[in-house]
């Protein structure tokens, strides 16, 4: 069975920092790409980050970047999504998602294929 998990989230305050792992199972996670995303209450999906499978330099959504930091750990089939400084309007549930995609499509793509795959979401609040 196909699954991706996304854990981490949580209630932090302005300027913390947080990590949030996406753990896959049932696919070889090392030839897909990982995507991040986020969509707060009334607003569109975000593109947050997008790491290739070939782990190549991951891009970043404009309001993250330089703030956020996307690895993965194929040994543990899990993808990470560091984020520093944390602002008021970074508060959304956050996803990851999964597709098999060139390393050179992985800033404009919005893995919504028939064959891509996608967690439950994980809630970040950052409130004072």
């Known amino acids: 069975q196909v699954q991706l998990v996304e854990s981490g989230g949580g209630l932090v305050q302005p300027g913390d920092s947080l990590t949030l792992s996406c753990a896959a199972s049932?696919?070889?996670?090392?030839?897909?790409?990982i995507g991040w995303f986020r969509q707060a209450p009334g607003k569109q999906r975000e593109t947050v980050s997008c790491?290739?499978?070939?782990?190549?330099?991951?891009y970043y959504g404009g309001s993250v970047k330089g703030r956020f930091l996307a690895s993965r750990d194929n040994a543990r089939k899990t993808v990470y999504l560091q984020m520093n400084s944390l602002e008021p309007d970074d508060t959304a549930v956050y996803y990851c998602?999964?597709?098999?995609?060139?390393?050179?499509?992985?800033?404009?793509?919005?893995?919504?294929?028939?064959?891509?795959?996608w967690g439950q979401g994980t809630q970040v609040t950052v409130s004072s």
């Open positions: 049932g696919f070889n996670m090392v030839d897909y790409a």
């Open positions: 790491i290739s499978s070939e782990n190549t330099s991951p």
């Open positions: 998602a999964a597709a098999q995609i060139p390393s050179w499509y992985c800033s404009h793509y919005t893995f919504t294929g028939p064959s891509d795959y």
